[in-house]
């Protein structure tokens, strides 16, 4: 049968449906548009120009043995068993490193090809262990499979003299061993490290027969530069690299694909499973997000899900100081309703409010803010996303039209000017940071804006980036003085401008921008940023034939985020780099569902799809479908709450998947207002920090429990499918439906697909997507709606959601947040690459074997005027508090900048930021502290008192876990 492929959807047609996620086609897709037409064994089949003769085999149905080749790496040529038969050509070529040719006729199987290759398994099963019954990947082996698939019998050749079989194994890593008694030196692994992750931590040392897999320089895989992403484990064809997890518990026996629950990546996985046991998560090759790639976390880190502290029955208490009292689903939603309705009753409708989590799913956090507008009654819905990403939102919608990022992530392969500002891929967004590592290898510059040097920097074979060390604050004079040199040297688009772009806005914009004092020169003093340099950068990216920007906290995180988020596009809008691949501006949104949570509707001003409240067409929508009058007036925001519970118009919170007692800044201020309220109710899978403030605790469900979806940085929905039973009983959303139905307003869904039905009927980016539509295509980008009707990959293509891409002036203003002779130093934080935000999940894993304590990072020149060792106590001194973290002595920042990260409660990182915040969206200023640090001999006292107060609140909840234990261990009599 004649294959014919469609290289514009990488389909074959009509001998093939779409192509196999789960099965390895031994070479990669070759993108050509000129299609060939060979013979292999007699079956014609068309593939794309450069199509591996492997490939073209595969494709059409004919699997060719291989050990050394695989689909996401380049051919390798070495293991030699994909030899076969080309009419007209000598010899036994390799099939993975040979290109299909018009006419070619190849032959794959022949008594001299099969001879060929049973010698060459017998040569590899010569030096390696006959140990399949114990091995622990008997039954999931490609060298055991290929050993089957050639005939091999017997092995001449004894064990005799010199081997490998008595090599030590090395189990320093907690979540992956290497036996090198088993490995064949195939290369894959060492190629996967370099090709696929970017890291280049594994080599090949020796030569012939003395060719080993090294990690480093000999060194064990923990005290090397790996960072277990797992793509050593993925491509290893033996047990030589296998998850302790698969050694302990046996192969799994069956699948389910569903979406990490970590970064806003978005990477799909197949969670193998035996029976409810997760064996392993194995990075599902099917993703359009992550295309079988994974990092630390998504790969190793999902037993948090069935830790020993997981909340498994919802508790009351009427007071902090109380006991925890385990009761019923029933009692529980009834105890928290009344509470929640008597409080109304004497305060006022407006006096209680939720906050729903960028952790939860989309249909989640729809129902949160649909049970407070429905039947609280009221519009104090936050999220979030309010402390990270709320002035992407508002800056985004004030220049683009549309409150979300512009590009694929793929679209970064096409990219020839990178730049990175206030962002740490390679630690917070790894697989994404793996895809940027590989364009930069391929040629691509890279610009990088930020007071840190950072990962992506040293990029192995990426060549030299031009690093901007701006001081912390100064986000908006630069992105300005980037665009006065694109102003003041014609290097704008004006074919883009004239033809896309708001002309008025534009021309506003330009006499702004085009003033002196926006000068690379005149900003020097401010940014600490060589004029020279800033001009450098300016060219490069308004000069390159795409150009793409790439974002994160530590731009939006400041008191002028909203201003920087619409410098940004200025930018973009100024070289034309909006409408197509390799450009765009692209938010690296936080956490799994960050995107989601604002799309959701969970900010106080805006309904679903960022309908403002206001807008009467669009509320009046939502009442017909609900059922009730909808406040048009905006609620109250996250700061708004704090400060009303402290002055006593605020007196409950409902509270799903968000701890923010620990990730919001100014500790002290949070923590007396959690103190004030007379209901708080947190909804969560551990006791964490905002619980132990709780009078109601229902047990929460992780994303391994739950049907629903996630939406990613790139608007990518995807699907989270449940792999086992809740292990309190309920999904989240069924916990906050119940709730809703206590509170006497009526919800019922079966299915969060009903949920999705119901969005889609609601938000108009979302009006063609279903979870049946999920299922055939794999997962959507909104929008998608009539005009898209399978999503939309690239935004902005022909036109802007406001019509006209809208310049604005961004007045660069100093924030409040100087060093001052007290306090000499600025404070910045971020994330590390093992541990997730607070670290409620990442902190009851192995993760903790890198990054056990938060660490306080500081420049050695700061660190000598101070008289500081690596390792010694640091007390840090803000306006607002004092906290104590190690020392660690680097030169990633500049000279009067320290960093830390905030992933351990007990460090109190949070106790010392401030509530500054952005002037449009109250997103607190994470990113500028003044400090003074100093050497000190112990704890803060807010450590103090946080170490008792954890040991007074572990104690209240104590009797209650241990009768559950009581009980379930008499249930197994």
Request: net charge negative.
């Amino acid at each position: 049968m004649l294959h014919y492929y469609n290289p514009n959807t990488q389909d074959y047609q009509p001998g093939t449906s779409a192509l196999n996620p789960d099965f390895d086609y031994g070479t990669a897709a070759s993108v050509s548009q000129t299609l060939v037409s060979i013979a292999v064994d007699g079956r014609a089949i068309t593939v794309p120009e450069g199509t591996s003769v492997l490939r073209a085999a595969a494709l059409a149905g004919i699997n060719i043995p291989k050990l050394c080749a695989s689909d996401n790496l380049e051919a390798f040529g070495s293991c030699r068993l994909c030899a076969v038969e080309i009419e007209g050509r000598r010899g036994y070529p390799a099939s993975c490193t040979t290109p299909v040719a018009e006419g070619m006729a190849v032959t794959t199987q022949t008594g001299k090809l099969a001879k060929l290759r049973r010698n060459i398994m017998e040569l590899y099963i010569s030096d390696h262990p006959l140990d399949c019954l114990t091995c622990p990947a008997n039954g999931n082996c490609e060298l055991q499979d290929v050993a089957g698939v050639v005939g091999l019998r017997e092995v001449r050749y004894g064990f005799e003299g010199e081997n490998h079989l008595h090599a030590e194994t090395d189990s320093s890593n907690p979540y992956f061993s290497f036996d090198p008694s088993k490995c064949i030196v195939c290369s894959r692994c060492v190629r996967a490290c370099e090709e696929v992750q970017g890291t280049f931590a594994l080599t090949i040392e020796g030569r012939g027969f003395a060719s080993v897999v090294s990690a480093g320089q000999s060194e064990d895989f923990m005290d090397s530069e790996c960072v277990s992403c797992g793509a050593c484990v993925q491509a290893c064809p033996t047990s030589s690299l296998m998850e302790k997890s698969v050694i302990d518990a046996g192969q799994p026996e069956h699948s389910v694909v569903t979406t990490c629950a970590y970064c806003g990546v978005g990477c799909s996985f197949k969670a193998e499973m035996k029976g409810d046991q997760v064996v392993r998560m194995v990075p599902y090759k099917g993703g359009d997000a992550n295309h079988g790639h994974s990092c630390v976390k998504g790969r190793f880190a999902f037993g948090y899900a069935t830790h020993k502290d997981r909340i498994k029955e919802p508790m009351i208490r009427d007071s902090i100081n109380d006991p925890w009292q385990v009761v019923s689903w029933d009692e529980a939603l009834t105890f928290a309703a009344n509470k929640l309705k008597s409080i109304q009753a004497q305060y006022g409708r407006e006096s209680i409010g939720g906050i729903t989590s960028s952790r939860c799913t989309n249909e989640e956090t729809y129902l949160v803010q649909k049970l407070v507008r429905a039947a609280f009654g009221n519009n104090n819905t936050d999220t979030c996303a309010r402390v990270c990403h709320s002035p992407t939102g508002y800056g985004l919608k004030t220049t683009l039209g549309e409150s979300a990022g512009t590009q694929t992530f793929d679209s970064v392969m096409k990219a020839d000017t990178i730049v990175v500002i206030g962002a740490n891929p390679t630690d917070a967004h790894p697989v994404f940071g793996s895809l940027m590592r590989k364009r930069l290898r391929q040629g691509a510059k890279l610009i990088v804006i930020d007071p840190r040097r950072i990962d992506v920097l040293n990029t192995p074979h990426g060549g030299e980036g031009l690093h901007l060390a701006l001081r912390p604050g100064t986000n908006v004079a630069i992105v300005n003085a980037l665009a006065y040199v694109i102003v003041s040297e014609g290097l704008e688009d004006q074919d883009f401008i004239t033809s896309r772009c708001d002309n008025e806005a534009y021309n506003t914009w330009r006499t702004f921008i085009a003033e002196e004092r926006n000068s690379p020169e005149a900003t020097e003093g401010v940014t600490g940023v060589p004029a020279e340099k800033v001009r450098e950068a300016a060219r490069i990216y308004a000069q390159a034939g795409n150009g793409a920007i790439y974002y994160g906290l530590g731009v939006t995180e400041h008191s002028q985020g909203s201003t920087m988020v619409m410098g940004i596009a200025n930018l973009a809008l100024a070289t034309g780099n909006i409408g197509r691949e390799g450009g765009g501006v692209n938010p690296l949104r936080g956490q799994n569902n960050v995107q989601g949570s604002c799309d959701m509707g969970s900010f106080p001003h805006e309904l679903p799809g960022y309908q403002h409240v206001n807008d009467s067409e669009a509320r009046h929508r939502f009442e017909a479908v609900w059922g009730v009058t909808i406040d048009d007036e905006p609620g109250l925001r996250i700061p708004n709450m704090f400060d009303a519970a402290i002055a006593g118009t605020f007196r409950a919170l409902y509270v799903q998947g968000e701890d923010i007692a620990q990730s919001d800044p100014n500790t002290h201020h949070v923590e007396a207002a959690l103190k004030s309220l007379d209901c708080l109710i947190v909804q969560d899978i551990f006791l964490n920090e905002t619980a132990k403030f709780a009078h109601v605790l229902l047990p929460g469900s992780t994303f391994l429990e739950k049907n629903g979806t996630f939406t990613n940085a790139e608007r990518r929905i995807n699907r989270v499918r449940k792999v086992m039973q809740p292990i309190a009983g309920m999904e989240d959303w069924e916990v906050t439906m119940a709730l809703s139905n206590a509170l006497g307003y009526p919800m019922h869904y079966n299915h969060p697909s009903e949920i999705m039905d119901e969005i889609a009927v609601l938000t108009p980016t979302f009006t063609g997507v279903s979870y049946d539509k999920l299922e055939q295509l794999g997962s959507i980008q909104w929008p998608c709606n009539d005009e898209n009707p399978d999503g939309t990959p690239t935004m902005h293509t022909i036109d802007f959601p406001i019509g006209k891409g809208r310049f604005a002036v961004t007045e660069y203003l100093a924030t409040e947040e100087r060093a001052t002779r007290r306090f000499p130093l600025l404070l910045t934080t971020g994330r590390i690459l093992s541990q997730y935000n607070v670290g409620a999940q990442t902190r009851r894993t192995s993760n903790s074997d890198w990054h056990e304590e938060d660490l306080l990072e500081l420049h050695p020149s700061d660190a000598e005027l101070r008289g500081v060792k690596d390792g010694d106590w640091l007390g840090i001194s803000s306006r607002v508090g004092h906290t104590v973290l190690r020392a660690k002595i680097s030169e990633r920042m500049l000279p009067g900048v320290v960093y830390t990260t905030f992933h351990h409660p007990g460090s109190g990182a949070n106790v010392i930021t401030t509530d500054n915040s952005d002037w449009a969206t109250n997103c607190p200023e994470y990113k500028v502290t003044a400090v003074q640090v100093e050497v000190v001999s112990q704890p803060s006292e807010w450590q103090r008192d946080f170490k008792s107060f954890d040991k007074r609140q572990q104690a209240l909840l104590a009797p209650a876990m241990q009768n559950r234990d009581n009980a379930h261990a008499a249930s197994l009599k």
